[in-house]
């Protein structure tokens, strides 16, 4: 009996424990710029947590900082978190880095990391403005005091002017290490790991879920290069063009569907495309096809319509805020533009090298009619049952100078070649033009 009760107060608790729900963990990395790709992964790890009922969202963290509106975004989403979000700085946690970390509910950071630095810089590396510094301090202010952290020093590490006694002195911002941070309240801990900081906090039934991008975000990632961009721009102009030369075959025009559809939606859900830059994309479209179609010749639609199909296609690759390119690094815009106009360069190139020798290709000739019909082959399209032209007529209705004439006790369609003929007049069938004849008064 006392071996049957010892086995029981022994095997109890391990059975309790056995019995009680593992903790969820979700684990996200940001350890790259925080861009608008950022931004997405963020939101999409954040989903996954909600979809999965985790218990606990734990970001580990390694980031020099990046774009500040992207930053505010991802700070607006941690902070709506119902669950307890931790982050892990497992070495930099610098400008925008720094701002995540204050949003989230606990920070721990590992031997040697560091917080702070967090100056806003624009797309050169230099300091940004003075609007930027005040927002930036604004937005590092109200997410230290709503977590519980001194605003003042979440000041400091935006501007160097600020003094805090005994922490920061003018003319340098602040960057905690980590027993700086634990000591002034910026981080709970100093840990080695992620297991580490849920030992600390009493989880011990745990699952741990890594949230890794699925397969098509991946590829959708991969059409975010800009070389990738001016291929599909090439595919884009050179199938429009192929199209208009073939009418009805489909695949030139399929082809640049795709390939816009693989340009635009990558960018769109990155958050680079905004509406505006897509719908200018289209009008400058569309004003080519006009210039083509409706007013041959080069004039104000053509360079109008290129004008603005080149400048969407390259604010659509870059993070500008209307117009404003004070945090696009001078590399992104360059790598645009060079993709933009190497693809439009490219198009023109294919049309001029392939054009011709696409139609002059056996394949080609089974699609298209390439020889000429002439009347002298017996080839005729009429719309009269025996040749009109020199036959007499007389007009039925006033000729405006188009209207209707009686030849042979029949109506036809008739214009003249711009003269005004009253009703009643005769006149002289001088041409036909398919469905009508061309007269003239005698």
């Not at 593992?22 to 909600?50: C, F, G, N």
């Not at 734990?58 to 902070?79: F, N, R, W």
């Not at 930027?132 to 605003?151: H, K, L, V």
């Not at 994309?281 to 603005?308: K, R």
Request: proline letters at 4%; a negative charge; hydrophobic letters at 45%.
């Amino acid at each position: 009996m006392k071996v049957l009760r010892f086995l029981f107060l022994v095997l109890l608790p391990v059975i309790a424990l056995a019995q009680q729900p593992s903790t969820k963990v979700m684990v996200m990395e940001i350890k790259a710029e925080i861009d608008p790709r950022m931004h997405r992964y963020v939101e999409l790890a954040l989903e996954h947590a909600k979809k999965t009922e985790a218990d606990i969202i734990l970001i580990e963290m390694d980031t020099y900082g990046g774009v500040l509106t992207d930053a505010k975004e991802i700070v607006d989403k941690i902070m709506d978190v119902e669950k307890p979000v931790w982050v892990f700085i497992n070495s930099d946690a610098a400008s925008a880095g720094a701002l995540i970390s204050i949003a989230c509910d606990s920070i721990y950071m590992s031997p040697g990391a560091s917080i702070g630095a967090a100056t806003v810089v624009d797309g050169s590396g230099e300091k940004a403005p003075d609007k930027y510094q005040s927002y930036m301090r604004g937005i590092m202010r109200s997410t230290a005091e709503q977590n519980g952290r001194d605003p003042r020093i979440a000041e400091g590490m935006v501007d160097e002017s600020i003094v805090i006694e005994g922490i920061k002195e003018e003319g340098k911002i602040i960057t905690f290490s980590t027993s700086e941070a634990i000591k002034n309240n910026f981080c709970e801990a100093k840990v080695e790991s992620i297991e580490e900081i849920l030992k600390r906090n009493g989880v011990n039934n745990y699952e741990i879920d890594t949230f890794k991008l699925s397969t098509t975000d991946k590829i959708v990632a991969i059409f975010l290069n800009p070389f990738i961009s001016g291929i599909l721009i090439l595919v884009i102009l050179a199938g429009i063009y192929f199209e208009m030369q073939t009418p009805g075959i489909g695949f030139p025009l399929l082809a640049a569907a795709v390939a816009l559809v693989l340009y635009l939606v990558p960018y769109y859900l990155n958050g680079l495309a905004d509406n505006w830059e897509i719908i200018a994309l289209f009008i400058g479209l569309a004003l080519i096809g006009v210039e083509i179609f409706v007013l041959p010749g080069f004039g104000v639609a053509g360079i109008a319509g290129i004008t603005i199909t080149i400048g969407s296609l390259v604010l659509i690759m870059v993070n500008n805020n209307a117009f404003d390119f004070e945090f696009v690094p001078a590399n992104q815009l360059l790598y645009a533009t060079a993709a933009a106009m190497g693809g439009l360069l490219g198009g023109i190139a294919a049309m001029m090298l392939l054009g011709s020798r696409m139609t002059k290709s056996k394949r080609f000739e089974k699609i298209i009619l390439s020889s000429t019909q002439a009347r002298e082959k017996g080839f005729v399209a009429t719309f009269f049952p025996e040749p009109m032209q020199g036959k007499k007529g007389v007009t039925h209705t006033i000729m405006r100078p188009s209207g209707k004439v009686e030849v042979d006790g029949k109506i036809y369609d008739a214009f003249s070649r711009g003269e005004y003929i009253e009703k009643g007049e005769t006149v002289e069938i001088i041409g036909e033009d398919t469905t009508s004849l061309i007269i003239k008064k005698v």
